[in-house]
């Protein structure tokens, strides 16, 4: 059962759009919500992050929107560029005694076309 | 700033042959985490330790084992190697209520 749904499962934008993902969880233990971004062969890097407690948060040319409620979140690109191209991952985390193992979505693939 | 490191990069090894990957968490991070990536596929957790001892179990076949030493860092012990254990491997580590970081991955190719 995949506990963090995410969509779509790849994404072509042109230069400048602004592509959206879209991730939905059901643990309501989950108290953290990061993104990450992935190029090829590399480890996932912490990209943005929130918090149940803000409904949008914005870095640079990224901004996650989160509806607490209906238990979803979103992550927004400005601008788009093609070093942008990459997988990105909705994940949760959060547990007893502030445990932070990371259950990732499955995965978005994003081209951004000059 | 210092992050995780894993090692070996990259490893190929035959069927049947035993592999070990090794994680160095950041400095004061007390919890470490594994996951498995295969090709296309989101990172799927393995296992985790906290101050030593296992914390948590996900898909980890029989076959892999795993510990915490003194000063933190983890290995992961693949025996009896198989074609399907061909992965990106990745290591993250956290402290207590902060954010999981994570390395660069082992890149396992069973030949």
């Known amino acids: 059962q995949q506990q963090v749904k995410q969509s779509p499962q790849s994404l072509i934008v042109q230069k400048g759009g602004i592509p959206i993902i879209n991730c939905a969880y059901e643990n309501t233990a989950f108290d953290y919500f990061p993104w990450y971004q992935q190029f090829p062969g590399k480890g996932p890097a912490l990209l943005i992050a929130i918090r149940p407690d803000v409904s949008e948060k914005k870095e640079g040319r990224f901004t996650i929107s989160f509806n607490k409620s209906a238990k979803q979140f979103s992550l927004h690109i400005m601008d788009s560029q093609p070093g942008d191209s990459a997988t990105y991952f909705c994940a949760a985390s959060g547990g007893p005694g502030g445990y932070q193992k990371v259950t990732f979505g499955t995965g978005t693939k994003l081209q951004v076309i000059p | 700033a210092a992050g995780v490191i894993q090692s070996p990069r990259h490893l190929i090894k035959e069927k049947r042959e035993t592999a070990t990957l090794k994680c160095y968490p950041i400095?004061?991070?007390?919890?470490v985490y594994w996951y498995q990536q295969g090709p296309g596929q989101d990172p799927q957790f393995l296992i985790s330790?906290?101050?030593?001892?296992?914390?948590d179990k996900g898909s980890i076949p029989d076959r892999f084992s795993a510990q915490q030493f003194s000063d933190y860092h983890s290995e992961l012990n693949m025996s009896s190697l198989e074609l399907g254990d061909s992965a990106l491997y990745f290591c993250a580590s956290s402290s207590r209520h902060s954010e999981a970081f994570f390395g660069q991955g082992t890149r396992l190719t069973v030949v």
């Open positions: 400095p004061r991070h007390d919890t």
């Open positions: 330790f906290y101050e030593k001892m296992q914390s």
